[in-house]
Every structure is written in structure tokens, then in C-alpha cells.
């Protein structure tokens, strides 16, 4: 467990003026932008509407069902980049420090950097909600906003990704170039785009987020996400353990 | 053999058909720098590769402080510090902020930190971002890494590759210094015999993945032909002369030239051809080079 948090402490500071970090702040940005165009630009809500429930809603579903997936390529690319551009994994590999914690302290950063980038994006939509009240007064009549819930859809999500990223974890530290996590980042979120109403939806990886949004489908999302992201992530730390490193 | 701080019996690697290292067995012992030389991809690195536990044996086996290193790698691995082929940097980082990462890495006391950029000299660079050092400030700062824990042990893969002339010449200071004023063992691997030659006490040659030299320095020079060039007026008779005496003697470009172990072999053959009433009017003795021992050696079939 302490090599653990001493590999946690050392992917920390290796974070400092990345990429990786910003990123995470721009992409929920973008989205909540997207709200807030679509707020702003919409004439009239119907009578059924419902602010602090459409919105979270489709901002999460957005997220789920496009950027998180981007994101989790992004972040897995580039938090294993840095160790294949130098060739660092033969120096880590030659310290005393087992394997399996520089797995896991890799992977839990990368899930770590995914819920904060989410959580940004629950705030800022919270804050489009808020801006959308004074815009819209008649939105204000929309009553307490549910945090609690708010923060329940946000938490889904992000278990829902633990597959994805368990996937892109091992692809990212298996390859060192960028184009063969890049191409499986978008080939998985293509299909996901097209096929979230195939039967099949309910067990593809990258649609998993977006089924916690699908009725019939949240429980299975979260078994699938949860489970499936533990046993990729065991199968993905056996094959790093084992491997040679050239 | 006693006190070896590496010893390995066997050591085999294959990689597909081609065999990389192959029943090798070396032993390094305590303090001083060994010499790991070889030409390229005779196997020096996938040997070094071994020893730090990065790839596995197809058979043999590695000892390190007279440990296996199977089973033991983690405990082994404190106290030994490695920098294989080009030094493992992050360029988005300071120089100091990579030591930190190996530090925390390692959990260990932040002062070494200091201590190794003192070592490497790296002191006033510390705070700029590694993108910007040269390459042999890159070099230096990687072996400040693999000095961080003060290792007893430091294996180094080809330190000076890539290096100026300058960069070359700092490094090698560096490494010389290491086993007295920091009493650790360097194992270190070149091609480059010069090198090796300029800082390596014990030395063990490798090629083709087999290991085909391995003793001192002193024992590698006691294998070094002296060869004794004559210049005589009367050259067939001088070589009937000398062959009749014993002498292995060649013509070579109007000179002689006699296999001789030692000055006093000059002596002898010189005192022997001017009895002889044989006109000498010229004698030097000049050792085969390190350079063409290495040849002979490597050109032998493995």
C-alpha cells in the first residue's frame, strides 16, 4: 500500500504543467458553453420543462455519451505518453517498486482526473442553471436546486467510465504511439453515437455512461462499468506485470 | 567467488531464433568499475537488461550482493541505481522535480536530492525544465537519478553515447570519481574500448552474446602481442639467423619484424644479430593496442 501512494505522489507531480491537467478543465467548459447557447437561444420552454432536471441531464448526457469518452482517450494517451517518450518504463521498472503500483497509481490517477473533469462540469452546469434563472425569470419559479441529485447522475457517470478507462488504460501503456489510442477512442465513441439504440447498446462499453440516463438499462450500466472496470483493470495489470521491457 | 557484487551463471536469452546473450557468466566484484565491452548488438544491453529485472532469463540465473534476483528484486533494486542507454527524463519538468519523482517514488530522504545535484553538478540548472538542457547535462541529470538512493551498486548502459567531446569528458570524470569518493561499483558497458580502458579496473568482453574475455585490465594487457621491428642490412641472413635461434620472424616491408614478449627479448635479439656482425640500424618495440586485442578477440568464432 505505501509504494502504492509513493507512485500516487510521484504520477502527482509528474501532472505539473501537462496537457493532461488542463485538459480536464477545458472539455467539461465546453459542454456547459453548450448549455448555456442553448438556454440563452431557446424561445420558449414548453410547460412540461423543467430546468434543474433537463439540464444536469442533458449536460451529463453530452458528456457521457461524447466528451468523457474523448476525455478518457485523451488523458490515458497522455498520462502514459510521457513514460513511452523517454522511455521511462524501463527506469521505473528498475526501481524498487513493484509493478502493479505503478499500474494502479496510473489508472487511479487517470479515474481520478476523469471525476474531477465531471464534477467541473456539474458546477458549471449548476452555474448555467443559476445564469438561466436571471436570464429567463420565468425559469426562477423552478424551485430548490437538487444537489444531492445532481451529484448522484454526476457520481453514475463517472462509475459507469471505469470500463472505458480501464480499456484505455492498457491500450495507452501497451502502445506508445498516439494514433493507436486515438483510433480506438474514436472508433469505441462512433459506434456508441450510432448504436445507442441497438440492443447491444446495453453492454457496449462506451455507451455505458449514457445508459445510466437509459431506462431499463442504469443497473446493468453500473454492474457493467463497475465490474467490468475492476476485471479489466486486474487483466490489464497482469499483462503489464509480466511484460519485457524492450 | 567471493565478495562479487554481480554474479550471474548461464545467463541465456533468445529472442526468437537469435540468441542475445548466451550462457554468460559474469562476475563483477566489489568496489572499482567493471567494464562491460562489446560491439553494437553483441548483447551488452539485453545482459543489462537482465540484470536490472527488466526482461527474463530463457535460463540461468542473476545474483545480485550474492542474492538470486528472482524473488528478491524489490529489496535488490534499493540498492542499486541504473541508467540504461538514454537517461529516462520527463522534459516537462525541472531537473530537481525529476529527481523528486524518483525520490517519491523511492520514499526517500528529500536532502539526497541536493546531494545529487551537487554530485552531477547540476545545482544552478536544477530549476529549469529539462526540455532545455543539452544532451550532456541530460546524461548528467540521468545519473544523478541512478545515484539518488546511493546505490552500492550503479550499472550504466553506454553513458557517454551520444555525447560531445566535452559531455563525453565530464562524464567520465564523473564515473571515476564514483567508487572512491562514494565507495559504489560501477558496472559499466561501452563499445567503445578507449573508454573502458580510461576508467574500468576489471573488464569482460562480449560478443556475438557470448562472453569471451573476463579478468583485469592488467590480465587483458598481459594477453597484448610486443612485437620487435629490426632494421638490418642483411635481411634473408638476419631471418635465417633469428628462425635458427627460436625467433617467430617475419619480413615486413624491408624491416623485421620478431614476436617478442618483453624488453628483454630486444636485448637478447639485438645483442645476438650485432655478434653476428649483422649491420642494425634500427630496433623498436611496439605493443599491439588494447584496440587490436578487442579485434582479435571478437573476430575469433563464438
Not at chain 1, 465490474?227 to 521491457?245: E, M, Q, T, W
Not at chain 2, 594487457?221 to 629490426?230: D, E, G, H
Amino acid at each position: 500500500m505505501t509504494s502504492l501512494f509513493r507512485a500516487l505522489n510521484a504520477e502527482l507531480l509528474k501532472l505539473k504543467r501537462t496537457l493532461a491537467f488542463r485538459v480536464i478543465f477545458v472539455l467539461p467548459f465546453l459542454v456547459a458553453l453548450l448549455q448555456f447557447f442553448i438556454v440563452w437561444r431557446t424561445k420558449s420552454f414548453g410547460p412540461k420543462f423543467n430546468l434543474w432536471q433537463t439540464l444536469p441531464t442533458n449536460s451529463l448526457q453530452v458528456w457521457a455519451v461524447f466528451m468523457m469518452p474523448l476525455l478518457i482517450t485523451l488523458e490515458t494517451a497522455l498520462l502514459n505518453g510521457i513514460e513511452h517518450s523517454d522511455k521511462q518504463w524501463k527506469h521505473l521498472f528498475a526501481l524498487p517498486i513493484p509493478r502493479h503500483s505503478i499500474y494502479f497509481s496510473k489508472l487511479v490517477v487517470a479515474q481520478g482526473l476523469i471525476l474531477v473533469s465531471t464534477i467541473v462540469l456539474a458546477v458549471l452546469t449548476v452555474l448555467v442553471g443559476v445564469a438561466a434563472t436571471y436570464m429567463k425569470p420565468d425559469l426562477a419559479s423552478e424551485g430548490p436546486i437538487p444537489y444531492v441529485w445532481i451529484a448522484k447522475q454526476t457520481a453514475y457517470v463517472w462509475l459507469a467510465s471505469w470500463l472505458i478507462i480501464a480499456i484505455h488504460t492498457w491500450i495507452s501503456m501497451r502502445w506508445s504511439g498516439f494514433a493507436i489510442a486515438l483510433g480506438a477512442g474514436i472508433g469505441g465513441t462512433f459506434f456508441a453515437l450510432f448504436a445507442a439504440c441497438a440492443s447491444v447498446g446495453k453492454y457496449y462499453p462506451w455507451l455505458l455512461p449514457m445508459n445510466i440516463f437509459i431506462e431499463g438499462r442504469f443497473t446493468a450500466a453500473l454492474l457493467l462499468g463497475i465490474g467490468g472496470g475492476i476485471v479489466a483493470s486486474l487483466l490489464g495489470c497482469f499483462a503489464f506485470v509480466r511484460r519485457d521491457v524492450a | 567467488m567471493e565478495n562479487c557484487l554481480i554474479e550471474t551463471r548461464g545467463l541465456t536469452r533468445r529472442f526468437g531464433q537469435q540468441l542475445a546473450v548466451n550462457n554468460v557468466n559474469l562476475s563483477v566484484p566489489a568496489a572499482g568499475v567493471y567494464g562491460f565491452l562489446g560491439p553494437n548488438g553483441a548483447g551488452k544491453t539485453t545482459a543489462i537488461r537482465m540484470l536490472l529485472g527488466l526482461i527474463r532469463p530463457n535460463a540461468g540465473e542473476v545474483r545480485l550482493f550474492g542474492e538470486s534476483l528472482n524473488g528478491n528484486q524489490r529489496t535488490l533494486m534499493r540498492r542499486v541505481g541504473a541508467l540504461v542507454e538514454s537517461p529516462s527524463l520527463y522534459p516537462h519538468l525541472t531537473g530537481r522535480e525529476n529527481l523528486e519523482v524518483t525520490r517519491r517514488l523511492l520514499g526517500a530522504p528529500r536532502h539526497l536530492i541536493d546531494l545529487a545535484l551537487e554530485t552531477i553538478k547540476l545545482t544552478k540548472d536544477a530549476g529549469r525544465c529539462v526540455r532545455e538542457y543539452s544532451l550532456g547535462m541530460r546524461q548528467r541529470l540521468g545519473l544523478g537519478v541512478a545515484l539518488l538512493n546511493k546505490p552500492e551498486l550503479l550499472i550504466l548502459d553506454e553513458p557517454t553515447n551520444g555525447l560531445d567531446p566535452a559531455g563525453i569528458h565530464e562524464m567520465r570524470d564523473l564515473i571515476r570519481r564514483l567508487p572512491n569518493e562514494f565507495g559504489v561499483t560501477v558496472f559499466l558497458s561501452s563499445h567503445l574500448l578507449g573508454e573502458v580502458e580510461q576508467t574500468a579496473s576489471h573488464i569482460g568482453i562480449i560478443h556475438e552474446g557470448s562472453l569471451l574475455f573476463q579478468g583485469t585490465l592488467g590480465e587483458l594487457q598481459s594477453k597484448q602481442q610486443t612485437r620487435l621491428t629490426v632494421g638490418v642490412k642483411q635481411i634473408d641472413e638476419a631471418i635465417a639467423c633469428l628462425a635458427s635461434a627460436g625467433w617467430d620472424v617475419q619480413r615486413v616491408d624491408g624491416l623485421l619484424s620478431v614476436s617478442a614478449r618483453a624488453p628483454q627479448d630486444a636485448i637478447e635479439i639485438n645483442r645476438l644479430l650485432v655478434e653476428r656482425r649483422f649491420d642494425v640500424f634500427h630496433l623498436s618495440l611496439a605493443q599491439a593496442s588494447l584496440e587490436d586485442i578487442f579485434l582479435t578477440l571478437t573476430k575469433r568464432p563464438a
